[in-house]
Structure formats: structure tokens, C-alpha cells
């Protein structure tokens, strides 16, 4: 006596991130049963890297404008974290000659600027990518040819490092988050785009500021209540009626780790939320994107003409992540806020 079995294929079910295998005597293993066991636990480490500790820079990766003997930029080897919480290891100095970069999107650039601008505003980008590798023989049929008798056994982790218009007054009615391969209608084929809009990243500093502005009152002072504090925390982003007086807000002192906990639970149950259905997910979904600002340039460039005479870094936009245990060993010696924050 026989049961019938369901053949396991690829294309059953669309992977879910929420799902893993369960695994049973019987259960018949296919492709799709692996790569839904992979979806499920990589989903879970990138979700982890994302909502935990946040994206950017971990380690290196910085860039610098070189002009002898030519213009170029050069980004030193390093480890950042994408917006999705992907890993991205750059293993070597990279480099980028600017005249290069101009020449070979020059058509796409004289589309965008009808007269060459005395600047140009460029990003330096790095995005996560995979590629398929160790080609191995596989099963195949009769008569068939040596490319479908193989197949890549492997992906591996890789990076690409972009050079995109920083193009933040562009006449595009849509922001873009994403370096464009085939940018959108009206927008000249070739050219890579980049906004660097970073809504969560503008957040965490607004919340930052906001918490470097209480100060411990004296007699004179009027104190917050503890439903100012969170209503300073929600007009971050959506403002509400009038604001108390201020900045700086005074707190009596025995109510700061109290009103601390109030701010950063607001922050958590109610801004962060409303920070990611902005950028277009769901609410506390990571955003789609995968890459990460490294730096802004500033291109200086002679008049008339396309031909680059200076360069100029600015990373302070620039997302990075602090290991814990920096932070720890700030605490355990009781490192004052730069600035006197209190």
C-alpha cells in the first residue's frame, strides 16, 4: 500500500520570513525546503542587525578626496550594515578617478544640467549584493548543452561602491532612496541617483538633541510634567498644539530616570513606527533599501566645461554604528556628553 507524496518544488510557495521547516519523518525535501530554511533564519539575523543596533559604518571605510597626481576619491577597506541589516564587507582600498566618472556619464549629466553647474553634488554609495559562484555539474537531460548541465553551488557576499548624483534639488517629484540603474520617466538612462533620506537616522539625532536639552531646574524654574516630555517626543515628527517653553527644559532631578524611560518608550512604541510606514514599509519594517551613505562630495568644476578642479568630503551625514561595549565602558567610567549636556 503506497501514499501519494507531493513532489517538492521551488516554486510551491512564495518564501516566507515568518516561516521554517518543520521537519518530520516522511516530509520530502526539496529546494524549496532549503532555501525557506535560509530565508527564515537569515531574515531573523538581518532583522536582528536592523532593529537592535541600527545601520552604517562598523568599521573603516573612510573616504577621502586625493589630488596628486589625480582627482580622485578612495574609500579605505571596512564593514558597514544596510538599512535592510545586511553585512557588507569591503576587503580592499577601492578608488574612483572623478574625470573618469564624468566622462563616462557626461551624455546623462548634460540631460540633467542644460549648462554645466560651477559644482557638482555627488554621494558615495555602498549597496549590498549577491553573487553566484563554484559552478558545479548538475543532473540534466539528454541532448542538453553545458550551461544547463551546470549550476552555481554557492552565493557569496559581495559589494558594489557607486558614485551617484546627489541630486537633492532635482526637479523629480519623488524623492529616490535608491541608487537608479533605469531612473524613473524623464530621467536620462545610465546615471545612478541617489537622495540620501534618512528618516530614522534624522530621528534618532532629533531624539538625541531633544534629550541633550533637559536640564535639572532650580527653584525658579518651571519643571515639565511627565505628559510634556512625551509630547515633546511625538512633536518630533508630528507637532502638536504649543510646545512647552523652551529649549532648555527643565526636570527636577528626581524625576530624570523616570521622565528618561517616558521619552524613550514614546520614542519606541510611537515615533519609531511612524518613522517607517514614511519610508514607505510597513510599521517597524526595515526599509527595502540596500545601500548605505558613505559620504557627500562637492566636485568643483571650471566654467565653461565639464572638467573637475576640486573635491571636497563630507561624511557628517553619514550613518554609523557604536559596538556595545564602547558604550559600556563609556557608562562604567562616567564619560561626561561632549558639549556639557547633562
Request: charged share 15%.
Given at each position: ?10 516554486n ?11 521537519y518530520?519523518?516522511g ?93 557638482l ?65 524623464g530621467?536620462p ?9 534618512q ?13 541633550s ?15 510634556d ?6 512633536d518630533?515628527?508630528q ?31 510611537e ?15 526595515p ?15 571650471n ?40
Open positions: 500500500m503506497s501514499t501519494p507524496c507531493q513532489a517538492a518544488s521551488p510551491l510557495q512564495k518564501l516566507n520570513p515568518l516561516k521554517r521547516v518543520n518530520t519523518f516530509l520530502v525535501l526539496g529546494v524549496e525546503e532549503f532555501v525557506q530554511s535560509d530565508a527564515y533564519f537569515l531574515a531573523k539575523h538581518h532583522l536582528e542587525n536592523r532593529m537592535l543596533h541600527g545601520y552604517g559604518t562598523c568599521c573603516g571605510l573612510d573616504v577621502t578626496a586625493q589630488t596628486v597626481p589625480i582627482l580622485r576619491v578612495q574609500v579605505t577597506p571596512g564593514w558597514a550594515i544596510n538599512p535592510r541589516g545586511q553585512e557588507i564587507k569591503v576587503p580592499e582600498v577601492m578608488c574612483v578617478q572623478i574625470a573618469d566618472w564624468i566622462e563616462a556619464n557626461l551624455s546623462a549629466l548634460q540631460a540633467w544640467y542644460p549648462s554645466a553647474p560651477s559644482s553634488g555627488l554621494c558615495v554609495v555602498l549597496c549590498y549584493r549577491e553573487c553566484k559562484t563554484d559552478v558545479v555539474p548538475i543532473p540534466g537531460q539528454p541532448c542538453t548543452t553545458l550551461s544547463s548541465s551546470t549550476a552555481p553551488s554557492r552565493i557569496a557576499d559581495s559589494f558594489e561602491l557607486m558614485l551617484c548624483l546627489d541630486d537633492t534639488t532635482s526637479p523629480l517629484s519623488s524623492p529616490i532612496t535608491s541608487p537608479l540603474s533605469s531612473p524613473p520617466d530621467t538612462g545610465g546615471l545612478c541617483v541617489f537622495r540620501p533620506t528618516l530614522e537616522e534624522d530621528s534618532i539625532h532629533a531624539l538625541a538633541e531633544l534629550l536639552e533637559f536640564k535639572v531646574a532650580t527653584i525658579s524654574e518651571p519643571v515639565l510634567t511627565l505628559e516630555v512625551e509630547q515633546l517626543v511625538r518630533l515628527h507637532p502638536v498644539g504649543s510646545p512647552p517653553a523652551g529649549p532648555p527644559y527643565y526636570i527636577n532631578a528626581a524625576d530624570g530616570p523616570r521622565f528618561l524611560r517616558a521619552a524613550l518608550r514614546t520614542w519606541i512604541t515615533v519609531r513606527p511612524f518613522v517607517s510606514e514614511q519610508a514607505g514599509v510597513g510599521p517597524c519594517c526599509p527595502r533599501e540596500k545601500c548605505v551613505l558613505l559620504a557627500q562630495l562637492t566636485v568643483e568644476l566654467q565653461p566645461g565639464w572638467i573637475a578642479v576640486g573635491l571636497t568630503v563630507d561624511d557628517s551625514r553619514r550613518p554609523f554604528v557604536v559596538p556595545t561595549r564602547l558604550l559600556e565602558e563609556m557608562i562604567l567610567v562616567g564619560s561626561a556628553p561632549l558639549g556639557g549636556g547633562s
